[in-house]
């Protein structure tokens, strides 16, 4: 009798996310498969996209265009090793000219794009008409010519049965689907899978109607180590907590390039391919592994999915019903030190929405040797001087913190569990200590009123000493939740996909205005404007651990 055919999975990572990392999600599901030794392949089609993009000739480009063109690999390798990032100045520049060659790529009517984000002047991530419309003509997509000659090439190799395309932010969104249109025409006997943070919002609305029943054949919502396990064959995985899998390299795939020896003298490759020396850091000391945007490999990684706080009012992991799932703490501990000895990363990244005072006392109490960052909410724990002067010895160079507003009203009345008071002495030990602090306000929520934001305000300038960077973001209202029913409401974006909804704010505190205010008054305050400019372009809060204090 014969053996089963064991089934083949390729994992693909859709354009456009920021290039700094690799995918976290992608290395999970990774490291599921491999643990039960079904054959995988991951491709992070984003990074190689980009850099294919990056390789496409320009003719009749404004001087600033050509001249970041000619200096590309310069900039490429120089966002590779530590040195730039000694010099904001320096870093700012070579990042500002490459996403110029990006932006100002040739045959991309209808689009922009930049380092991190892609739009259509017409289709829209949100609307399920236009999606399909991408699957239907893929060939419109400005990727089209490097997913059509990598997909055949990778199909031809690999011969995979299965193949899972993680969608997690809208800028992959249109992207996302010309992939699939590409697929499902060129390739119709391959099982589609289709999940990611974006695609779990979807599936968790109520009322969900799949609108792509046609054309992908499972759509997975929450985490998919379980259901991907399912699809190859293991039906019975009890285990949850695969450690995540890194051990791929994402290669240059070479067509027919030639290297002339410089710089500005390359010879272009054929349509769909791009030159290897974009890809292949070029300095010895950068880690091998390392083709993205960063100096050296930075580890992302995840030990929970959900909130623990899970109270915030207009949260949509609780209007999601997202449950809180942690991966014990020892055990993070143990998978941490293992991918830290294998993968030697300069930066770890960890995920979560917020790190539970368990695992922040943990990371504290068994340092890792390598820095490391993520999010936090402020908690009793940073009260204390000697805890914080810990985490920083453990590694911590920088914490995300969720301080949202400078009016405890406003805090209360979100269900933030926040003190204010606290915050104030949290952001003073963290300093001491010499831990950056990466703080998100946000602006335009149904409690507040221009008197409150000038609150938030004198807030920011009291402390401003003690913050290294900031989050201004605008208040959205996501498009159900027991919140969003008591409240007044109109479509604020067209599509039957929308994870938001437009409000008449109860207080007539109305986007427009918010936004003039953080324009003309909070931005340009002389206290916070130099922390508004230091925030690295595009990459933001990836890349501000390296200009930590």
Known sequence: ??????????????????????????????????????????????????????????????????????????????????????????????????????????????????????????????????????????????????????????????????????????????CTFALIGLLRGRFPGLSLVLGGGLVTSWVRRPGWKNPFSGLVDHLVAGPGELALLSLAGIQHAEERHFIPNFDYTTTPFRGTEKDSGGDSGLQHPAPGTFHPSLFTPHASRLTPRSPYLAPGFVLPYSAAGGCYWNRCAFCPERAEANPYLPIPVDRVVTQLQVLAQTTTPVLIHLLDNALSPPLLKALATNPMGVPWYGFARITEQFVDEDFCRALQHSGCVMLQLGVESGDQGVLDHEGKGIDLSVVARALKNLRTAGIATYVYLLFGTPTETIVEARKTLQFTVAHAAEIGFLNLAVFNLPIYGPETDKLRTRMHYEGDLSLYVGFDHPRGWHRAQVRQFLDKEFKRHPAVAPIIRRDPPFFTSNHAPFFAP
């Open 1 to 174: 009798m014969a053996r089963a055919t064991r089934p083949h999975v390729l994992l693909l990572n859709p354009p456009v996310v920021k290039p700094s990392e690799p995918p976290p999600g992608l290395a999970r599901l990774a490291g599921a498969l491999h643990h039960f030794g079904i054959p995988c392949k991951v491709v992070d089609l984003n990074l190689e996209g980009l850099f294919s993009l990056m390789d496409t000739p320009r003719v009749d480009s404004d001087r600033w265009t050509q001249r970041s063109f000619r200096h590309r690999l310069t900039n490429l390798v120089a966002l590779r090793g530590p040195d730039l990032y000694r010099n904001f100045d320096r870093y700012h520049r070579s990042v500002m000219d490459l996403n110029r060659v990006i932006e100002k790529t040739p045959a991309i009517s209808g689009f922009h794009l930049t380092l991190v984000n892609f739009q259509h002047r017409i289709l829209s991530p949100v609307n399920s008409r236009d999606l399909l419309r991408a699957a239907e003509v893929p060939e419109e997509n400005p990727f089209f010519p490097y997913f059509e000659l990598r997909l055949t090439t990778l199909i031809g190799d690999e011969n995979p049965t299965i193949v899972g395309l993680s969608l997690n932010y809208l800028s992959q969104a249109l």
